[in-house]
């Protein structure tokens, strides 16, 4: 009798073992449920990233609004003829974005940008422009590819010597040394212009705007139908405002445009990427404008 109920007991306990086939169907499973968290985890990483990346663009965009606005509303005219006391051109030809919507483009443009301001005894140049720069982060030409970094650079005269050299031909020099001289402020920008106004609010388009004091000096462009503007400012001549817009590439798009060996290729790429670009406007007054 008690052999047989430990048989019984050792069968019973043979029954009630996982299969290998059971074994492997847990696995699976499991394996399943790691790859799906796996796979959530990663997603929540991707979106924390691009968030904290959107982030930075959006400070680094409104820090150098704030710089650019706080600098150029104290824009003041030298009162000299041969002076400039704001100036703005295309340094290249404008890049054409084509948008979510089948047909519609956005003018992509780069401009370079001048202006005069007076601190104490002192004369003060300013100049932004969208440049190229190294391997060693040295500025060397103007972005010609559509995508490069914004740059500025900053001189002083006193104000007994500044018809000689004019602050604009020191500051805006377009030799490969005088590129080295500006510094680095956001980098992936694609658009970066400026549009000035009269005491009307109106858009200066010509030479000839009675709201404006004599020494204006207006500059027209045409790129497939859409006219753009370029301005010199001399002796007492001064917008009332003007107007800055800026755009930034997301830094993980600029970073595989940057990867791309061949141009065209990396055009195309950048071609798509319209929702990735951070647009930055604002309007400036300019308190000496009379």
């Known amino acids: 009798m008690r052999f047989r109920s430990k048989q019984t007991f050792f069968g019973f306990t043979r029954r009630r073992a996982f299969t290998i086939v059971e074994l492997l169907v847990a696995i699976s499973i499991l394996t399943l449920i790691v790859l799906v968290l796996y796979g959530l985890f990663d997603q929540v990483q991707k979106a924390l990233r691009s968030n904290v990346a959107q982030v930075d663009v959006h400070e680094g965009g409104r820090a150098f609004m704030e710089l650019a606005s706080r600098e150029m509303e104290q824009m003041q005219a030298g009162n000299v003829l041969t002076n400039v006391n704001l100036f703005a051109r295309f340094t290249a030809t404008p890049f054409r974005q084509p948008l979510l919507s089948a047909g519609e483009q956005r003018v992509n443009e780069l401009e370079e940008v001048f202006f005069l301001s007076l601190l104490n005894k002192h004369w003060i140049g300013t100049g932004y422009r969208v440049l190229a720069l190294n391997s060693n982060g040295i500025a060397t030409n103007f972005a010609k590819t559509g995508v490069g970094t914004l740059c500025r650079f900053r001189l002083s005269n006193h104000v007994a010597n500044v018809?000689?050299?004019?602050?604009?031909?020191?500051?805006?020099?377009?030799?490969?040394?005088?590129?080295?001289?500006?510094?680095?402020?956001?980098?992936?920008?694609?658009?970066?212009?400026?549009?000035?106004?009269?005491?009307?609010?109106?858009?200066?388009?010509?030479?000839?705007?009675?709201?404006?004091?004599?020494?204006?000096?207006?500059?027209?462009?045409?790129?497939?139908?859409?006219?753009?503007?370029?301005?010199?400012?001399?002796?007492?001549?001064?917008?009332?405002?003007?107007?800055?817009?800026?755009?930034?590439?997301?830094?993980?798009?600029?970073?595989?445009?940057?990867?791309?060996?061949?141009?065209?290729?990396?055009?195309?790429?950048?071609?798509?990427?319209?929702?990735?670009?951070h647009l930055f406007q604002q309007r400036v007054p300019i308190r000496m404008a009379k």
């Open 163 to 277: 018809r000689n050299p004019p602050l604009y031909a020191r500051v805006m020099d377009v030799t490969p040394t005088n590129f080295a001289n500006f510094q680095r402020v956001i980098d992936g920008v694609v658009h970066f212009r400026m549009r000035v106004y009269d005491q009307n609010g109106i858009l200066i388009t010509n030479n000839f705007n009675p709201s404006i004091l004599s020494g204006v000096l207006v500059s027209t462009n045409v790129y497939n139908n859409d006219v753009e503007y370029g301005y010199a400012f001399t002796n007492k001549a001064l917008p009332a405002s003007l107007e800055i817009e800026l755009a930034i590439l997301d830094p993980h798009i600029l970073e595989r445009y940057r990867s791309y060996p061949n141009a065209i290729v990396a055009s195309n790429y950048l071609a798509r990427q319209a929702g990735a670009i």
